[in-house]
Protein backbone atom coordinates (compact mmCIF):
# COMPACT_ATOMS: atom_id res chain seq x y z
CA UNK A 1 0.00 0.00 0.00
CA UNK A 2 0.91 3.76 -0.85
CA UNK A 3 0.98 6.24 1.21
CA UNK A 4 -2.24 7.43 0.32
CA UNK A 5 -3.91 4.80 1.03
CA UNK A 6 -2.66 4.20 4.38
CA UNK A 7 -3.53 7.99 4.88
CA UNK A 8 -7.16 7.04 3.21
CA UNK A 9 -7.43 4.07 5.71
CA UNK A 10 -6.15 6.07 8.44
CA UNK A 11 -8.76 9.01 8.34
CA UNK A 12 -11.60 6.35 7.58
CA UNK A 13 -11.14 4.72 10.43
CA UNK A 14 -10.58 7.75 12.68
CA UNK A 15 -14.43 9.21 11.39
CA UNK A 16 -15.83 5.23 12.28
CA UNK A 17 -14.77 5.75 15.53
CA UNK A 18 -15.49 9.90 15.75
CA UNK A 19 -19.10 8.33 14.51
CA UNK A 20 -19.73 5.24 17.10
CA UNK A 21 -19.39 8.01 20.09
CA UNK A 22 -21.54 10.40 18.21
CA UNK A 23 -23.84 7.93 17.69
CA UNK A 24 -24.06 6.94 21.24
CA UNK A 25 -24.35 10.08 22.29
CA UNK A 26 -27.13 10.99 19.70
CA UNK A 27 -29.07 7.96 21.48
CA UNK A 28 -28.76 9.89 24.88
CA UNK A 29 -30.19 12.97 23.34
CA UNK A 30 -32.98 11.06 21.80
CA UNK A 31 -34.22 9.07 24.40
CA UNK A 32 -33.53 12.67 27.13
CA UNK A 33 -34.08 15.55 25.04
CA UNK A 34 -37.99 14.56 24.59
CA UNK A 35 -38.51 14.43 28.38
CA UNK A 36 -36.83 18.02 28.80
CA UNK A 37 -33.76 15.98 30.80
CA UNK A 38 -30.12 16.99 30.46
CA UNK A 39 -27.80 14.98 28.01
CA UNK A 40 -24.46 15.60 30.35
CA UNK A 41 -25.81 14.62 33.64
CA UNK A 42 -26.69 12.45 35.29
CA UNK A 43 -24.65 9.93 33.59
CA UNK A 44 -26.10 7.05 31.92
CA UNK A 45 -27.72 4.59 33.97
CA UNK A 46 -29.95 1.48 33.38
CA UNK A 47 -33.43 1.42 35.22
CA UNK A 48 -32.26 -0.26 38.61
CA UNK A 49 -30.04 2.77 39.31
CA UNK A 50 -26.69 1.65 38.76
CA UNK A 51 -24.65 4.10 36.57
CA UNK A 52 -23.43 2.50 33.78
CA UNK A 53 -19.50 1.54 33.63
CA UNK A 54 -17.31 3.28 30.95
CA UNK A 55 -16.47 -0.56 30.08
CA UNK A 56 -20.32 -1.23 29.67
CA UNK A 57 -20.67 1.75 27.30
CA UNK A 58 -18.76 1.13 24.29
CA UNK A 59 -19.80 1.94 21.54
CA UNK A 60 -22.15 -1.15 19.47
CA UNK A 61 -19.54 -3.36 21.24
CA UNK A 62 -20.66 -3.40 24.44
CA UNK A 63 -24.77 -4.16 23.43
CA UNK A 64 -23.20 -7.44 21.82
CA UNK A 65 -20.88 -8.38 25.00
CA UNK A 66 -23.37 -8.10 27.01
CA UNK A 67 -26.71 -9.43 24.64
CA UNK A 68 -28.27 -6.16 25.77
CA UNK A 69 -29.16 -6.66 29.51
CA UNK A 70 -27.87 -4.43 32.03
CA UNK A 71 -24.93 -6.18 33.57
CA UNK A 72 -26.67 -5.72 37.53
CA UNK A 73 -30.11 -6.58 36.81
CA UNK A 74 -30.95 -8.15 33.76
CA UNK A 75 -33.03 -5.13 32.26
CA UNK A 76 -33.45 -5.39 28.14
CA UNK A 77 -31.22 -2.64 26.11
CA UNK A 78 -33.23 -1.58 23.21
CA UNK A 79 -31.89 -2.75 19.98
CA UNK A 80 -31.73 0.36 18.53
CA UNK A 81 -28.94 1.50 20.99
CA UNK A 82 -26.05 -0.27 18.93
CA UNK A 83 -28.42 -0.12 15.61
CA UNK A 84 -27.83 4.19 16.49
CA UNK A 85 -24.32 3.47 16.70
CA UNK A 86 -23.23 1.57 14.04
CA UNK A 87 -25.90 3.68 11.53
CA UNK A 88 -24.05 6.76 12.44
CA UNK A 89 -20.51 5.42 12.23
CA UNK A 90 -21.35 4.25 8.55
CA UNK A 91 -23.07 7.70 7.82
CA UNK A 92 -20.45 9.23 8.77
CA UNK A 93 -17.70 7.04 6.62
CA UNK A 94 -19.74 7.13 3.68
CA UNK A 95 -20.04 10.99 3.62
CA UNK A 96 -16.91 11.87 4.50
CA UNK A 97 -16.21 9.48 1.59
CA UNK A 98 -18.38 11.17 -0.93
CA UNK A 99 -17.86 14.74 -0.23
CA UNK A 100 -14.23 15.18 1.52
CA UNK A 101 -12.46 17.80 2.84
CA UNK A 102 -14.18 20.45 3.97
CA UNK A 103 -17.84 19.12 2.15
CA UNK A 104 -18.09 15.77 4.19
CA UNK A 105 -17.10 17.09 7.37
CA UNK A 106 -20.33 19.59 6.90
CA UNK A 107 -22.37 17.02 5.73
CA UNK A 108 -21.43 14.96 8.99
CA UNK A 109 -22.54 17.92 11.09
CA UNK A 110 -25.50 18.04 8.85
CA UNK A 111 -26.08 14.15 9.24
CA UNK A 112 -25.55 14.47 13.08
CA UNK A 113 -28.93 16.79 13.20
CA UNK A 114 -30.76 14.73 11.23
CA UNK A 115 -30.34 11.00 12.87
CA UNK A 116 -31.94 12.49 16.64
CA UNK A 117 -34.56 15.05 14.51
CA UNK A 118 -35.85 12.02 12.55
CA UNK A 119 -35.99 9.30 15.46
CA UNK A 120 -37.41 12.00 18.10
CA UNK A 121 -40.42 12.35 15.33
CA UNK A 122 -40.69 8.85 15.34
CA UNK A 123 -41.00 8.27 19.00
CA UNK A 124 -43.12 11.61 19.65
CA UNK A 125 -44.03 12.93 16.25
CA UNK A 126 -42.20 16.36 16.99
CA UNK A 127 -39.49 17.70 15.40
CA UNK A 128 -37.68 20.04 18.01
CA UNK A 129 -37.20 23.40 16.20
CA UNK A 130 -33.14 23.05 17.86
CA UNK A 131 -32.94 21.04 14.70
CA UNK A 132 -34.82 22.11 12.16
CA UNK A 133 -34.61 26.07 12.83
CA UNK A 134 -31.70 25.48 14.21
CA UNK A 135 -30.62 23.19 11.39
CA UNK A 136 -31.46 25.71 8.86
CA UNK A 137 -29.50 28.67 10.75
CA UNK A 138 -26.53 26.40 10.82
CA UNK A 139 -27.00 25.55 7.19
CA UNK A 140 -27.01 29.08 6.43
CA UNK A 141 -23.76 30.10 8.04
CA UNK A 142 -22.02 26.78 6.39
CA UNK A 143 -23.26 28.08 2.64
CA UNK A 144 -21.18 31.42 3.59
CA UNK A 145 -18.57 29.80 4.67
CA UNK A 146 -18.20 26.70 2.71
CA UNK A 147 -19.58 27.47 -0.65
CA UNK A 148 -18.41 24.40 -2.10
CA UNK A 149 -21.19 22.49 0.00
CA UNK A 150 -23.19 24.07 -3.43
CA UNK A 151 -21.11 23.37 -5.65
CA UNK A 152 -19.96 27.50 -6.06
CA UNK A 153 -17.01 27.39 -8.63
CA UNK A 154 -14.46 29.35 -6.80
CA UNK A 155 -14.09 32.89 -8.87
CA UNK A 156 -11.28 33.80 -6.83
CA UNK A 157 -13.30 36.59 -4.78
CA UNK A 158 -14.03 34.98 -1.33
CA UNK A 159 -17.19 37.99 -0.81
CA UNK A 160 -18.90 36.69 -4.35
CA UNK A 161 -18.59 32.91 -3.19
CA UNK A 162 -19.39 33.19 0.22
CA UNK A 163 -22.90 35.78 -1.17
CA UNK A 164 -23.52 32.77 -4.36
CA UNK A 165 -23.31 29.87 -1.23
CA UNK A 166 -25.61 31.89 0.94
CA UNK A 167 -27.94 31.97 -2.20
CA UNK A 168 -27.99 28.57 -2.61
CA UNK A 169 -28.69 27.89 0.70
CA UNK A 170 -31.52 30.19 0.72
CA UNK A 171 -32.65 28.93 -2.33
CA UNK A 172 -32.94 25.51 -1.06
CA UNK A 173 -34.57 26.21 2.27
CA UNK A 174 -37.40 28.30 0.43
CA UNK A 175 -38.03 25.69 -2.02
CA UNK A 176 -37.79 22.98 0.69
CA UNK A 177 -40.32 24.35 2.59
CA UNK A 178 -42.38 25.73 -0.07
CA UNK A 179 -42.79 22.17 -1.43
CA UNK A 180 -43.75 20.69 1.74
CA UNK A 181 -45.91 23.61 2.82
CA UNK A 182 -48.26 23.20 -0.51
CA UNK A 183 -48.33 19.72 -0.28
CA UNK A 184 -49.63 19.74 3.37
CA UNK A 185 -52.33 22.49 2.03
CA UNK A 186 -53.40 20.37 -0.66
CA UNK A 187 -53.55 17.47 1.45
CA UNK A 188 -55.65 19.27 4.17
CA UNK A 189 -58.34 20.61 1.68
CA UNK A 190 -58.49 17.36 0.24
CA UNK A 191 -58.43 15.00 3.61
CA UNK A 192 -59.85 17.92 5.85
CA UNK A 193 -57.29 16.77 8.54
CA UNK A 194 -53.66 18.04 9.61
CA UNK A 195 -51.66 15.83 6.99
CA UNK A 196 -48.10 16.79 7.91
CA UNK A 197 -47.11 19.08 10.50
CA UNK A 198 -45.76 22.75 10.75
CA UNK A 199 -42.20 20.61 11.82
CA UNK A 200 -41.98 18.96 8.29
CA UNK A 201 -42.19 22.77 6.68
CA UNK A 202 -39.08 23.79 9.25
CA UNK A 203 -37.32 20.75 8.99
CA UNK A 204 -37.07 21.18 4.94
CA UNK A 205 -35.63 24.61 5.59
CA UNK A 206 -32.56 22.59 7.29
CA UNK A 207 -32.62 20.39 4.60
CA UNK A 208 -32.90 23.11 1.60
CA UNK A 209 -30.14 24.79 3.41
CA UNK A 210 -27.69 22.43 3.55
CA UNK A 211 -28.46 20.72 -0.15
CA UNK A 212 -29.70 23.50 -1.90
CA UNK A 213 -32.85 23.16 -3.48
CA UNK A 214 -31.84 19.99 -6.09
CA UNK A 215 -31.23 17.76 -2.59
CA UNK A 216 -34.69 19.46 -1.12
CA UNK A 217 -36.79 18.07 -4.27
CA UNK A 218 -34.84 14.74 -4.05
CA UNK A 219 -35.34 14.40 -0.36
CA UNK A 220 -38.82 15.55 -1.10
CA UNK A 221 -39.78 12.85 -3.47
CA UNK A 222 -37.00 10.15 -2.47
CA UNK A 223 -37.87 10.32 1.16
CA UNK A 224 -41.71 9.21 -0.20
CA UNK A 225 -40.40 6.23 -1.71
CA UNK A 226 -37.74 5.46 1.04
CA UNK A 227 -40.46 5.83 3.29
CA UNK A 228 -43.43 3.46 1.60
CA UNK A 229 -40.04 0.93 0.98
CA UNK A 230 -39.47 1.07 4.84
CA UNK A 231 -43.84 1.31 6.06
CA UNK A 232 -44.04 -1.91 4.10
CA UNK A 233 -40.88 -3.87 5.44
CA UNK A 234 -41.57 -2.37 9.03
CA UNK A 235 -45.60 -3.11 8.40
CA UNK A 236 -45.54 -6.86 10.17
CA UNK A 237 -43.41 -5.35 13.12
CA UNK A 238 -45.11 -2.48 14.21
CA UNK A 239 -47.55 -2.47 17.66
CA UNK A 240 -50.92 -1.77 16.20
CA UNK A 241 -53.26 0.38 17.60
CA UNK A 242 -56.88 0.28 17.09
CA UNK A 243 -57.85 3.77 17.53
CA UNK A 244 -60.14 6.09 15.22
CA UNK A 245 -57.26 8.14 14.08
CA UNK A 246 -55.93 5.46 12.42
CA UNK A 247 -52.01 5.22 12.26
CA UNK A 248 -50.12 8.60 12.31
CA UNK A 249 -46.80 7.84 10.83
CA UNK A 250 -44.09 11.38 11.13
CA UNK A 251 -42.88 12.19 7.50
CA UNK A 252 -39.80 13.87 8.84
CA UNK A 253 -38.06 10.66 9.45
CA UNK A 254 -38.17 9.80 5.21
CA UNK A 255 -37.36 13.22 4.60
CA UNK A 256 -34.41 13.14 7.12
CA UNK A 257 -33.88 9.98 5.28
CA UNK A 258 -34.08 11.22 1.89
CA UNK A 259 -31.86 14.01 2.21
CA UNK A 260 -29.23 11.23 3.56
CA UNK A 261 -29.23 8.89 1.24
CA UNK A 262 -29.03 12.36 -1.41
CA UNK A 263 -25.70 13.20 0.06
CA UNK A 264 -24.62 10.04 -0.12
CA UNK A 265 -25.68 8.42 -3.27
CA UNK A 266 -27.89 10.51 -5.39
CA UNK A 267 -26.26 13.91 -5.75
CA UNK A 268 -24.28 13.65 -9.00
CA UNK A 269 -27.26 12.25 -10.79
CA UNK A 270 -29.88 14.30 -10.04
CA UNK A 271 -27.13 17.33 -10.50
CA UNK A 272 -27.02 16.03 -14.05
CA UNK A 273 -30.48 15.12 -14.70
CA UNK A 274 -31.88 18.93 -13.58
CA UNK A 275 -28.62 20.02 -15.55
CA UNK A 276 -30.23 18.17 -18.28
CA UNK A 277 -33.96 19.79 -18.26
CA UNK A 278 -31.85 23.40 -17.76
CA UNK A 279 -30.18 22.36 -21.07
CA UNK A 280 -33.20 20.75 -22.86
CA UNK A 281 -35.12 24.20 -21.78
CA UNK A 282 -32.40 26.89 -23.32
CA UNK A 283 -32.20 25.44 -26.24
CA UNK A 284 -35.56 24.64 -26.72
ZN1 LIG B 1 -30.02 -2.64 35.66
Redesign the pocket.
Known sequence: MDEAMWLNLYFGSLVVLIGACVGSFLNVVIYRLPTGESVVTPRSH?????PIAWYDNIPVLSWFILRGR??????RFSFRYPLVEAGTALVFLGLWHAGGWPVGLVWIVFAGLMIPAALIDLDTMEIPDRFSIGGFILGMVFSVAVPSIHAVEPSGLLFIDATRGGVAGLLGAFVGSGLVLWVALTAEAILRKEAMGFGDVKLMGAIGAFCGWQGAVFSFFGGAVIGCLLLVLCWPFMKREKDDEGHRIPFGPALAAGAVVYLLFAKPYVSAYFANIQDVLQNF
Open positions: CKCGKCRHCGE
